[in-house]
């Protein structure tokens, strides 16, 4: 462990950096807006970021950060990131020769990983897969306080792979970026618990608002809804668990927030999950909105 240490979480439309000390806790916080499509701008806000973190800690920094996307292990440049501005450049390199240190990083789904397995809802279990529901889905596999990151940088792909178990004829309630067909994402993101009520009927609440009304019970395309997604999130997990057998499944992002799921799917997993009578507990993120910065800091 080395200290002290700064985690920067680079999002679509926010970037934060923060500080944390020898405890694991945050101490100092900065955010700004990420520059619209330009990578000069985005490298010179994460370095301004940066400094401005250290000038407050008073001390040069390890840094550690989050990304969209994934880094290529043939020539270190950034892939399938949604701010599309980044693909295709040394992201990592860049940053290194503009703050004059080795930096490490990582995919934001498995800093959100690293960050619940370390000292958060997945803390004490060995092997950890921490899942970001929110408008996309992303997973990420922690295995003795470490991320699996896989010999492609592709360890997080699990969401852009087909539902398992479909129906004859059943289909996703959108078309995801990727144009796989009825991938794992375009079944369990916030938009997909969205398009299906729109479907049966419903308004044009947010996700979290479905939630409430599900859990309130009085709107029926609500509850058809929200069985339907939490039907489909068992499903995935379930290869999750057919496939690693973690001890703990950790959920955040928006969709999170519902209770509901975390007593419904569990009862509903082990119609495809081979193993039965599961250890695996399904538990809610600790850390909320600060597992991405957490997660790049605990990188070092
Ligand atoms: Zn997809």
């Keep these: 462990m080395h200290d002290p240490r700064i985690g920067v979480d680079l999002g679509g ?41 250290e000038a407050e800690l008073g001390a040069r920094a390890a840094v550690g950060i989050a990304t969209p996307g ?10 399938n990131a949604n701010s599309t501005c980044l693909n ?11 703050l004059g240190r080795e930096i490490r990083m990582a995919n934001d789904a498995n800093c959100f990983a690293l960050s619940e397995a370390i000292d958060g809802a997945g803390r004490g279990a060995r092997s950890v897969f921490g899942v970001i529901i929110g408008t996309g889905v992303g997973g990420g596999i922690v295995v003795d ?17 087909t ?3 479909l129906s004859p004829g059943e289909h996703a309630p959108y078309a995801c970026f990727c144009k796989r067909a009825d991938c794992i994402e375009s ?6 618990l969205i398009a299906w009520y729109r479907a049966l009927g419903g308004d044009d609440a947010d996700g979290t608002a479905i939630g409430s009304r599900a859990a309130a ?27 690693i057998d973690p001890r703990a499944i950790v959920l955040g992002g928006g969709v999170s927030n519902n209770p509901r799921i975390f007593e419904n799917v569990p009862k509903l997993w082990e119609r495809w999950t081979v193993p039965k009578d599961l250890r695996t507990k399904l538990v809610r993120a600790a850390h909320g909105d600060a597992s991405g910065v957490r997660g790049a800091a605990l990188l070092w």
């Design 187 to 192: 079944f369990t993101s916030g938009r997909a």
């Design 13 to 53: 439309t926010k970037i934060e950096a923060a500080a944390l000390d020898a405890q694991g806790r945050v101490t100092h916080r900065r955010r700004t807006a990420t520059p619209a499509g330009s990578y000069a701008a985005t490298l010179g806000a994460i370095v301004e970021l940066v400094r401005a973190v």
């Design 88 to 98: 295709g450049q040394p992201l990592k390199e860049d940053l290194e020769r503009a």
């Design 163 to 165: 539902l398992p178990f």
């Design 145 to 161: 306080g470490r991320v699996l990151t896989g010999e492609n940088g592709a360890a997080t792909e699990w969401s852009h792979t």
């Design 217 to 243: 019970g009085g709107d029926a395309a609500a509850g058809r809804a929200f069985a339907l997604y939490e039907e489909a999130l068992a499903r995935a997990l379930a290869s999750v668990v057919n496939m």
């Design 70 to 79: 994934a880094r290529s292990l043939v020539d270190g440049r950034m892939k």
